[in-house]
């Protein structure tokens, strides 16, 4: 305050010349400053909110906890529990938990969702046109691939989901889908007479209820 008041009296009017004008302490900056300060300030907030969406998309534990559900990450799950769900299911996969397992170590991704995509695809080999393919994702076959009903057909369940996790890190994480409510809908998309959310769901509650122990969902 003190500091102010003897800028102004500096400034006063008393004994100015006549047709003197006056100076306010803004006009040191000038316009031009002013300006360029306002900018910088919002190229400092849109910094930041870069930041913090980068953080946001990048960081799998953050997404969990906003309830998006990454699917990059280290396993939430062990293989030999991965075998405990197969077995509890009468997969005829069961016994293959370890491949699964590594698979998911390899290409970065949880293991956890690769089990969850299996159930709700074929209940674990055990419904639909899986039970010949050995198909994790009962996915689409290209020209030329060996298929079966129009979906690709493997020799072994290991070969399956060795595919299943590369289409999932090639086709979606390299493009920015790393969520279950990202992939979904295009992994599985409406168009083709898939319930979006229901799917999303089970996901979701398969998950969910693998990390807490349990092996039924």
Known sequence: MMRSGRYRRRHSSRGRRKGQESRRPSRRYGRAGSQWQSRWLVLTLAALIVAALLWLLFDPVALE?????????????????????????????????????????????????????????????????????????????????????????????????????RLIADEYVARGLITVDQIVPVYAPAADGNDVAAYVHTIKLAVDTWRTGKLLV
């Open 65 to 165: 906890e906003e309830g998006h559900y990454a699917v990059v990450g280290q396993p939430s799950v062990s293989a030999d529990f991965i075998d405990q769900v197969l077995a509890a299911y009468d997969s005829p996969a069961a016994g293959k938990g370890q491949a699964l397992y590594a698979d998911g170590l390899a290409y970065h991704i949880d293991p956890v969702y690769a089990l969850a995509f299996f159930l709700e695809e074929s209940r674990f080999g055990t419904t639909g046109v899986a039970r010949v393919t050995r198909s994790l994702g009962n996915i689409r076959a290209l020209p030329g691939q060996a298929s079966y009903a129009g979906y690709r057909r493997y020799a072994s369940w290991e070969a399956g989901f060795t595919d299943w996790y």
